[in-house]
């Protein structure tokens, strides 16, 4: 038997190097400036989980490029979920750290990192690609800003990763697979467009009758139920959600989009609880993001006012407009739109409960 090596804590975790990783700018030109060291450490820890979280999301990439994904293997696409939303709330937490750094404290040292900004931090672009957003995606100023300040060498491995199918194309075949917009013998679609008439017929019938309601907002909260009506019917007509996708109302395909208000629906099936927890999931890792994105912007404006950034952008309003336009998964969100009460859902009949049920065999005496 092979003897094997004793390992030393600080040899396996390469200590000497990361704790020596931390070289302050200001130390080069006099006294180093107290606060540059957390301002490193607080970036070099966000580049550990960005790596991490580049880990996680290659591994699901990896089982969702499967051409059939076997049940055991979406919990391991939710845990993995799980354990990055774990991490994108350590990256939020971080915040509160750097904000015991005054606007003073930055002052000190913040003119010898120009032109270094956080748009030259090539794994969280590399998070965002793999996520799903494509060039398409951005605006023309937030593309140049950081491709024009990333290395050659960084500029085209991020350009390959845009290339490469993303996380959220992943989902859409996924979805698309699933077969849940058309069943043999059973018109799903027609008895829920059904349910849908009568649930807007009941609320059509409380707003006309509510005596609390003045004209104005009678009126008013009508023509938003007929938007709503409206809504509903482009979800069902693939012309109409065609020109919806075209308008980029929405990015999933309209097959997708009805297999995801399905599981929603019946998401207590337990055929169908796994891919729900991981469409939640998903939305989760968006909704973590766009936190981390606007306490961000609310941190560098408490900091830097109205200051430009370090990297030459408008610092707070430039981080603030990103906010909300760099999201994936913002049709998950949507899905509500679509969804009934459980008591007006249709019931479904036995053979496809039997699909998505767990069904024991057993003779009765």
Known sequence: MKIQKPVYYGE???LPKILNAQAPESAKYGKAAHDETLFIIIHQTYELWFKQILHELASIRQIMLKPFVPSTDLSVI???????????????????????MTTLDFMEFRDFLVPASGFQ???FRLVEATLGIKPEHRMEIEKQFFTSRLTAEDKATLEAAEKDISVFELLEIWLSRMPFSDFDGFDFWGEYSVAVDKMLTSDYEIISTNASLSDLVRKMELKNLDMTKETFATLLDAHKYAEWKAQGKVKLSQKAMLSAVFIFLYRDYPALQMPFKILNSLAEVDEKFTTWRFRHAIMVQRILGTKIGTGGSSGHEYLKSTTERNRVFLDIFNLATFLIP???????PVYIKDQLDIVYDSFQS
Request: hydrophobic share 40%.
């Open 121 to 123: 931090s090539l794994q």
């Open 12 to 14: 396996y975790l390469q």
């Open 342 to 348: 459980k008591s007006m859902t249709p019931e479904l």
């Open 78 to 100: 939710n845990a993995r979920l799980e354990r990055v939303t774990s991490i994108q709330q350590i990256l939020v937490d971080q915040i509160r750290i750097m904000e015991t």
